[in-house]
């Protein structure tokens, strides 16, 4: 079945980028998201990016997706204290009747 | 423009009781999809609704059930509760092919 795999910790120090990884096996994936959630909080569309595209930017963000090797990052540049969240990446496919998978999540923790 | 609302936001029951959540979507959005998301892990999908019809449904027993409404608000129903249901409820509206799903804050559902 479909799986969506990150590791569960990054830590950075502010003012430095992030990049967090993700891993799916579903070839079929259409669209695959980047959400945000904050402690006690739901989750925060912060991108997206359809399966045809190489890269997104918006502002600080910078999406990457390798489709050979389903391999998709984030990268937040700028790292700020009100980045620290547990980020969820998550993939969709039309043959799935458009439910989301996700992936564990990452904590990102930002050093002083 | 209103987002995704959900209530109640916290709710405590004990085992074998039953209970009822509610979502209202996003203006515009016609379909509501719910997730289970215990500590620590990532949301599961629970089903997803489509004007009115569900649409689609995650690895969830029978005694979760849902219904859409003709505004497209949705409840999800959950009887003989067990401990295990003990979670955070997340309810997402879209619309589109893209399968942008906006979510609401959740309701934290706790079973003694």
């Known amino acids: 079945g479909e799986d969506v795999e990150q590791s569960l910790f990054l830590s950075v120090r502010e003012g430095d980028s992030s990049v967090i990884n993700c891993t799916y096996t579903?070839?079929?994936?259409?669209?695959l998201y980047w959400y945000k959630q904050e402690p006690g909080a739901g989750l925060q569309l912060l991108t997206y990016?359809?399966?045809n595209m190489d890269m997104k930017q918006d502002q600080r963000l910078t999406v990457l997706l390798n489709k050979k090797d389903k391999h998709l990052s984030l990268r937040i540049a700028d790292t700020q204290t009100g980045d620290s969240a547990i980020y969820f990446c998550?993939?969709?496919?039309?043959?799935?009747?458009?439910?989301?998978?996700w992936g564990a999540g990452t904590k990102l923790i930002i050093k002083p | 423009e209103t987002g995704v609302t959900q209530s109640p936001t916290h709710l405590i029951k004990t085992r074998g009781q039953q209970v009822t959540l509610r979502c209202s979507s996003q203006?515009?959005?016609?379909?509501v999809s719910w997730y289970q998301q215990a500590l620590g892990q990532g949301p599961q999908f629970i089903f997803q609704?489509?004007?009115?019809?569900?649409?689609g449904r995650g690895n969830f027993p029978p005694r979760f059930s849902g219904l859409q409404f003709p505004n497209y608000s949705s409840e999800l129903n959950v009887n003989a509760l067990e401990l295990d249901d003990s979670a955070l409820y997340l309810c997402?509206?879209?619309?589109?092919?893209?399968?942008?799903?906006?979510f609401g804050a959740g309701t934290r559902l706790s079973v003694l």
């Open positions: 990016i359809f399966s």
């Open positions: 203006s515009g959005h016609n379909t």
């Open positions: 579903d070839s079929s994936s259409t669209y």
């Open positions: 997402a509206s879209s619309s589109g092919q893209e399968n942008i799903q906006y």
């Open positions: 998550a993939e969709t496919a039309m043959d799935s009747n458009y439910q989301l998978i």
């Open positions: 609704y489509y004007r009115e019809e569900e649409n």
